[in-house]
Nanobody
Framework: QVQLEESGGGLVQAGGSLRLSCAAS????????MAWFRQAPGKEREYVAS????????DYADSMKGRFIISRERAKNTVYLQMNSLKVEDTAVYYC??????????????????WGQGTQVTVSS
């Protein structure tokens, strides 16, 4: 069973950058497609980006395209989310998630089997 642990959140000014990491335990990491979601106070959990098992195909929510980059490093069992040009509205708890589904990009929380505890990102104006 893979366990996920996020890190890298914090406080940043609007226009700044942060890189989130999601470290996965277990030897089956490479069999999972991975994603990032986020949840702001009082809002539903929202899809951010995903990356397929191979790492060769990525997908982004429209509002993140051109600003966020998802990547994975097999040797470290880690998925990253590089966030640039951050906006106040990016403030949320960011969650890493894993799914065994890999045929297409999955944007629905129900498609993901495993979740991390989340890391807080706060963007100030």
């Amino acid at each position: 069973q893979v366990q996920l642990e996020e890190s890298g959140g914090g406080l940043v000014q609007a226009g700044g950058s942060l890189r989130l990491s999601c470290a996965a335990s277990g030897r089956t990491f490479s069999t999972y497609a991975m994603a990032w979601f986020r949840q702001a106070p009082g809002k539903e959990r929202e899809y951010v980006a995903s990356i397929r098992r191979s790492g060769g195909t990525t997908d982004y929510a429209d509002s993140m395209k051109g600003r966020f980059i998802i990547s994975r490093e097999r040797a470290k069992n880690t998925v990253y989310l590089q966030m640039n040009s951050l906006k106040v509205e990016d403030t949320a708890v960011y969650y890493c998630a894993a799914t065994g589904l890999d045929s297409i990009a999955h944007r629905n929380t129900a498609d993901y089997d495993l979740w991390g505890q989340g890391t807080q990102v706060t963007v100030s104006s």
